[in-house]
């Protein structure tokens, strides 16, 4: 059941990148047309072009571009207009920006950690019920709970590792070294 939850974990981590700081300021975008207060999704469809370095939002009709832009604008992100696309250049981020999806990682990684705790307790709790209704002995159910305690700590470890090696990937050498230092 834990390697389960750590291939999960794994799954997750994968799917994080740095662009995820612009991805949720986009998808925030709110606009009132016609007197209705439209999402972004309402009025047009992001992608985030990974290996392009840039977004491109295709626009389902391009009397919404003005409405668009115009936040664009406020997010201090640059782009250009080709028809329904504007292709959005994904901007370098600073520390505390960065630290926004770190803070995302900490996140996925106390609620896995809490899964694992769960996972581990279960068997110790039917050992502890075995003994009570004298399946097994004390003896063999102290085994076990030291057991699921062994083998939830290297689970742990496996995902602080996890977690470190994505925070390092994310920050970058000059600010990993920063969040070590603030985080000692």
Wanted: proline share 1%; hydrophobic share 35%.
């Amino acid at each position: 059941m834990l390697e389960g939850l750590i291939s999960e974990y794994e799954e997750t981590m994968k799917n994080i990148r740095r662009d995820d700081v612009t991805l949720k300021e986009l998808k925030k975008l709110r606009f009132t047309i016609n007197n209705r207060i439209r999402k972004i999704s309402d009025i047009a469809e992001i992608k985030n072009e990974i290996h392009e370095n840039q977004f491109k939002i295709i626009v389902f009709n391009s009397d919404y571009n003005e409405f668009i832009t115009s936040e664009l604008d406020e997010l201090k992100l640059s782009y250009n207009i080709d028809g329904q696309f504007i292709l959005i250049k994904k901007p370098n981020y600073n520390y505390n920006q960065l630290m926004t999806i770190v803070d995302d990682i900490e996140k996925k990684k106390n609620k896995i950690l809490s899964k694992c705790t769960k996972a581990k307790l279960e068997p110790v709790l039917r050992a502890r019920n075995a003994v009570e209704n004298e399946f097994i002995d004390q003896a063999v159910q102290r085994e076990t709970s030291n057991n699921c305690q062994k083998i939830f700590e290297e689970k742990e470890d496996k995902i602080k590792n996890i977690t470190k090696k994505k925070i390092k990937e994310l920050l970058g050498k000059d600010f990993f070294e920063k969040f070590i230092k603030e985080n000692t």
